[in-house]
């Protein structure tokens, strides 16, 4: 692997670096008090779609979408893609304004990889100019989700189209106001194999019998405007032209979508984590207290060591993952790709905690990120699988591929 970026990339660093600096920085007080006031729920921040405007006009735009999907990418690698991505995770709204934001992400990824020209045309292309969002409803209450062989929510033919029938729950983005479409995993065939029983379909968010059951606050915050909901499905009907790729076939789809959107995650907290560890070493050398700075504190000196080495061996462990995504393909880097969405949220979320520890009071408040990068990251390591399940599939496979090696 090579641990020098290309010109290109350094070049959209040095962009991305400036945009965050003039346009995200400044914002994050406003976004802030205006998405956490009781009359905005589920109310876009007002300057979002300039800032999305200014990104596109300054080609930051789309940058998560690997080079493999042609004209719709903007050509880059995700080995290239994770210093971004990076960046962009050091606010965790701010992936939104270059349109790289998940559940768009995956979603865009579906459609581009597995969507007919139809369905590109419909949806992927609003969504690629960040017209539109989207959610991702795959996650169910009345069943352990994580094992999603499980999910129980019926997708059936019924003539000329499909009828779904279910209850969905932490669906992101399900009331923002600019989502209008959702990509559904149900049970089209329940007496099929195992990993045959389930496919995906499009659902356009204003089709009728769909209920928004609840609002699903996360560590006591509603997350306004993208939030988590509960949604209930009763006698949907779509078109069965809103199938994505053939009935069956949803694990194979999701299998697809899950590794990018894994590592993408990732990526984002450790710029959370990087910028946590830079807020620490200045409170700790502008800080005194019983008479000398914080940073003369062996105990604080050795916190700002240890995040620094946990922050590079996770940044090395995502780059590797990402890198081996970009040369043999997301089948064959799942052992890495499980690995970093264990190792990078919780990581993150023990220098977040460190980081807290030395400011103090402040540390807990809203006047620094670390409180929310500590819950952002706690919520991660269950969010896409907890991490019992990455580390049991792990785990399973190492033990196979090291007794096929053989004995020394």
């Known amino acids: 692997m090579n641990f020098q970026h290309s010109e290109k990339v350094k070049d ?78 050091r606010v965790p709204w701010s992936p939104q304004v270059f349109n790289c934001s998940a559940p768009d992400t995956g979603n865009m990824e579906v459609l581009a990889k597995y969507g007919s020209p139809e369905q590109q045309e419909r949806w992927l292309k609003p969504l690629l100019d960040g017209k539109i969002r989207s959610a991702y409803v795959m996650t169910e209450p009345q069943v352990a989700s994580s094992d999603a062989t499980n999910l129980e ?6 003539g000329d ?16 106001p600019d989502c209008k479409v959702y990509i559904v995993m149900g049970k089209t065939h329940f ?8 496919s995906q379909i499009i659902v356009p968010a204003d089709t009728p019998g769909i209920s928004k ?21 009763d006698n949907v009907r779509v078109p069965k032209e809103n ?47 019983f008479g000398k700075k914080l940073s003369d504190q062996s105990s604080i000196r050795q916190d700002v060591a240890r995040s620094f080495c ?20 997301n089948k064959i880097a799942r052992d890495l790709i499980a690995a970093i969405k264990v190792v990078a949220p919780q990581m993150a979320q023990t220098v977040a905690d460190r980081a807290i520890q030395v400011h103090g009071a402040s540390g807990v408040s809203d006047d620094f990120p670390m409180a929310y990068y500590f819950t952002l990251n706690r919520y991660l ?28």
Do not use: C
């Open 161 to 176: 189209g499909y009828v779904i029938n279910g209850r969905k729950w932490w669906i992101s983005n399900a009331a923002h």
């Open 12 to 89: 959209l660093l040095t962009r991305v670096a400036s945009f965050m600096k003039e346009h995200v920085y400044p914002n994050e007080t406003s976004y802030y008090h205006f998405v956490h006031h009781p009359d905005n729920l589920w109310q876009e921040w007002p300057g979002m779609e300039a800032l999305k405007e200014k990104a596109r006009e300054a080609g930051l735009w789309n940058l998560f979408l690997p080079h493999e999907y042609g004209a719709f990418s903007p050509g880059l690698t995700n080995l290239e893609y994770a210093p971004l991505a990076e960046l962009m995770g």
């Open 310 to 329: 946990e922050v590079e061996m996770a940044r090395l462990l995502t780059l590797k993952a990402a890198d081996s995504m970009d040369r043999f393909g």
């Open 243 to 289: 199938l994505i790729l053939g009935e069956g076939r949803g694990f194979e789809i999701a299998q697809g979508r899950l590794g990018p959107g894994r590592i993408h995650h990732a990526m984002r907290s450790i710029g959370q984590a990087q910028r946590a560890l830079e807020h620490m070493a200045r409170r700790a050398e502008n800080r005194v207290a």
């Open 213 to 233: 059951v609840r609002a699903m606050p996360v560590f006591s915050s509603m997350n306004s405007p993208g939030g988590e909901w509960e949604l209930r499905f």
């Open 381 to 408: 390591r269950i969010a896409d699988g907890p991490d019992e399940v990455h580390m049991s599939q792990l785990g399973k496979l190492k033990i196979a591929e090291y007794v096929a090696q053989g004995d020394d």
């Open 153 to 158: 929510t019926s997708i059936q033919l019924d």
């Open 191 to 198: 007496d099929a194999p195992r990993h045959a029983q389930h």
